[in-house]
């Protein structure tokens, strides 16, 4: 049986009314197709309508965006072919973060960090178990070819995990407002890791952290307070083209870029976040 068609975005994202300062960095999206070329995993657990890069910077044009960061989808399982090429295609305006094989070589870890690929990402086997979880050994593997980071989504498990994060060697990224439960919010172990200089956090996917319909209230004051404990380590991104959403309302792009301001109402503040930390993290 195929794996389900997700909901596509909306077509028709409007300006945000606040502008964005130059080289402003969505940190965290996908792209999509066509699936005659990029076919799905056999395992996958949604399929998606074409999402691609070019649909992508129609988009950026209208949010006032400049860069991104491409995230493997889970659709493709560890087959990252849709990424690399278009990292090859886009060198200036793109990154990426793979899902990694477990027998990925250090040889190919140097050449897809050639192409700018900046880390893996492991999931929580509470969010999808046929996802590869976090592997200590293989985060040293691509720490030592080429220093990469580690990006991680939580499952409500993050207490669970944070010391195997915290003795890894990589930089750790942590997805989604480190997978928050906006309805049951705990921030110190969050906070504790943040404190050790080496974690930072997406303030992206708020759909992911709550059942609300937006503007997902809820995570404006988790986000004001994450800001305020380490604005150094925090970097936002939009999450297109919000799959899985079905049955839900699909946000208008235009509308998450507001929230950020929300979030983050000093303008020098927002470049920090959009700007200086990405430039850092990712090596623009």
Known sequence: MAAPLTAPPDPHPWPPKVRLPPLACDCHLHFFGPASKYPWAQDARYTSAEATPETYFGVQRVLGLERAVVVSGGAYGTDYRLLADALARYPQRLRGV??????????????????GVRGVRFISAQRFAHLPPLEPALAQRVFDAAGWQVHFYPGGDLEAEATRLLALPNTVVLDHFAGTDAARPSLDVLKRMLDSGKVWVKLSGPMRCTKAEPPYPELTPIARALVAHAPGRMIWGSDWPHVNMTGRTMPNDGDLVDLLAEWVPDEALRKRILVDNPAALFRF
């Open 98 to 115: 793979i899902l990694p094989p477990a027998d990925i070589s250090a040889a190919e870890i140097r050449r897809l960090d050639a192409l």
